[in-house]
Every structure is written in C-alpha cells, then in structure tokens.
C-alpha cells in the first residue's frame, strides 16, 4: 500500500483547539454545539477547511488555524475564530473553558455530535467511545520529506511525558479527584488505535503496518490510527496529540513553540546526516504513564538501561537547548512560558490549589473560564472575589 506524504513548504503550523461549552450559570457542560455552529455559518461551513467544526460530543466545538509560519500567526488565528464564538455562545448564555476534562459534568449527560462518522465510531466502540467528554489540543508542524516522518515521531516519542505534564488539566473526573494528573490520557488511551505511536523503521514499514490495519478492518482509513504522535500525509505534518485541554492562548502558544521548535531540531538533524534517538518501546509507554499519574513531579526514564531524571530538571535543560532554534523561528517568547508554568504550576496544580485553599469544583470551572477570557493563570481569591 502506497500512501502518498504531502510535504510541506518549510515547518509550518496548525493548531486546533477543542472548547468546552459551559452554562453561565451552572457551569455544567451545555450540549449546544449545533446550535452555536449553526450561528457562525461562516467560519463552521467555510468548505473543507472550516476555522470552527464539531467533534464527538455537542459540549465541545474545536476551532482549527489554516496553514501558519509561526507561532504568532497561529495564535493570532485562533484569537479571531475564539472571539468570534465568544459572542455568539454569550448569547445563548455559554461560556467558554479549556481543560482536559469537566471537573463536575458527567459523561453519561453527553450527547454525541449529529455525524455520521460519530455515531459510527459509537456503534463500534461502545462505552470506550460514549464517555470520552475529553478535550485536548492538537499541533501539526510540516516537513519536507516523508522519509523523515517516520524517524521524527520515534525522536518525539520521548517527550510524551514533557507535552503532557505541562498540559495536563484534568485530575477531575464526574465531580471527584482521580489523583492522577490526566485522567484524559487514561480516558481517550483506552480507545484501540490510541497511545504511543508504534516506533517503525521507516516509511515503508508504516504503509504495512496500515495496510495490514486496513486489511484486517481494525480500521477504515489512516485517520482512525490516533497514536499520540502520527504522520499526518494528507496535510504533510507530523501531528502531536499529547496535550491535555489547555486553558490559556500563552499556554497553546508554548506547546506549539516547543513542538515546532523540536520537529525542526529533528528535521535539520537528519539533514545533517545525524541518526536520530529511538526510544525502548517499553520507556516510552511507561514515561507516559509516569506524567499521566504525576504530572511534572514525574521521576522520567532517560535511557533503555532504566536510568532515570526528575522530569522538572529535563524540562528546564528541553527549554535552554531549543532557545536558539527558538529564537530563529521567532517563538523564543513562546517558549518562555514553559518556565512560567514550572514556576507558577500546570494547570492540574493550579485547579488542585484552588480546592486545597477551600475552593469548590464550580469554583475551578470559574477560574477555567477566566483563564481563557483573560489568558492568564487565576487563583482562588481573585475567582471568589470575582462572584462576590
């Protein structure tokens, strides 16, 4: 099987972002995505490429960049789509939120999106399908060559614990804490064709392995593999899906700087000739499950020999070593804001803060709508002070 790689002009960008619908005055998840869509025709029925469209559940819409440069046109992509539907869902009395899961809203209240692929996907799964009311970001960066796809998502493959601590937002799960600091990991990695992605050796070994998916009809098409890190060659991007639902435009501008800014460093290695790292299969899963349970107090595994490094310190070396890569795609501030969530907290620690300082579930979803309003980190007493 011959599956044809797009390249791309360069490292571009494409970000998409899935939204929480949130009642104003319950804070519950509201089941409204129809309704909200059908008020920006423009921007939900823009032909192929929609800037805002549904996903599985009718409490979220995701809003999705066109082909970007940088980290600053994306965001000032996704900044024009959200303030867009900000003003249509006010009307409807919804809010908008970001985090990896509802702290109090139930899954089994969600109602799926009037799709055929959905309703599709539910009849197959099942209970794996109907409760994933979770919600993530996912970043493209293009690539020149298919033939580096393959060797690229092995590299990335060790970063799965750094993309998901610092993103993780969803300790919450049907109003109780689940102790970990992504429950969504757990949630939507229990799905088949979900998790880390297999490491191969290269193109050809990846059009067999589909082939062999296709022909045994574990799956349809190439777009229901949803590995963690994949080849995307229709749009001719290597696609992170790690991150958690990320609450604050400085946050998904700091995953897309640091994503763009290693599939670069990769890219370029390969064109220097160098081979690039390829993990343990049997590390990579267990990294992921060390940030799944502890976020970025996560003791990571740095070797195939078992030797391992507080993943806090391999975040602060990830960050200085990407700095002039960085600065030459013009995303070093971006960047920066990694050490602002290591100093200040992931947005797991901050909604455990709130509760720990006395705060309630709704006031988490209080400070969750904020900090996408105001793009910036809230604590308890300003959310109090804020409904007094």
């Known amino acids: 099987m011959a599956i044809d790689f797009n390249a791309s002009n360069g490292a571009t960008l494409g970000v998409e972002w899935e939204i929480q619908l949130v009642d104003a005055e319950t804070r519950h998840l509201r089941q409204d995505a129809r309704e909200v869509l059908a008020d920006l025709p423009t921007l939900s029925l823009d032909g192929d490429n929609p800037r805002i469209r549904h996903e599985l559940m009718e409490s979220m819409v995701e ?16 900044s024009g789509t959200l303030t867009a539907l900000r003003g249509a869902a006010a009307e409807r009395g919804i809010a908008l939120a970001c985090t990896g899961t509802h702290p109090i809203s139930d899954w089994r209240d969600a109602v799926t999106a009037p799709m055929g692929r959905y309703a599709q996907l539910v009849e197959e799964m099942q209970w794996l399908a109907r409760r994933i009311q979770t919600f993530g970001v996912h970043v493209h960066v293009g690539i020149s060559d298919g033939a580096k796809a393959i060797p690229i998502v092995n590299a990335l493959s060790s970063y799965l614990p750094h993309f998901l601590a610092l993103t993780a937002s969803s300790p919450f799960w049907s109003a109780g804490d689940t102790g970990l600091a992504s429950c969504r990991a757990i949630v939507f990695g229990q799905m088949p064709t979900a998790g880390p992605p ?3 050796d290269d193109w050809a070994a990846f059009e067999d392995y589909m082939d062999t998916l296709l022909r045994s009809g574990t799956i349809r098409s190439i777009k229901d593999v949803w590995w963690d890190i994949r080849p995307h060659p229709d749009f001719g991007t290597i696609e ?24 670069t460093l990769f890219d370029q290695q390969l064109d ?13 899963r267990d ?8 976020g970025l107090d ?18 602060y070396e990830l960050i200085r070593e990407l700095e002039p890569v960085a600065d030459r795609l013009g995303c070093a501030e971006e960047l920066k804001v990694a050490g ?8 797991y620690e901050r909604q455990r803060a709130i509760r720990a300082e006395g705060g309630t579930l709704e ?12 793009d910036r980190f809230v604590t308890l007493g300003e959310v109090v002070h804020a409904g007094a």
């Open 272 to 284: 220097r000739g160098y081979t690039l790292p390829r993990p343990a299969a049997w590390v990579v």
């Open 298 to 315: 996560a003791i990571v595994i740095t070797d195939d020999s078992g030797n391992t490094a507080p993943l806090r310190d391999d975040l």
């Open 287 to 294: 990294n992921k499950w060390r940030a799944t349970r502890y």
């Open 198 to 200: 297999h490491l191969l």
């Open 363 to 374: 006031n988490i979803v209080d400070a969750a709508i904020t900090e996408l309003a105001e």
């Open 240 to 263: 992170i899906r790690m991150f958690d639902g990320i609450p604050t435009m400085r946050e998904v501008g700091m995953a897309a700087a640091l994503c763009q800014s290693l599939v």
């Open 63 to 78: 809003i999705v960049t066109g082909i970007c440069d940088t980290v600053g046109q994306a965001k000032a992509d996704l």
């Open 340 to 347: 602002e969530v290591l100093e200040h907290g992931a947005p």
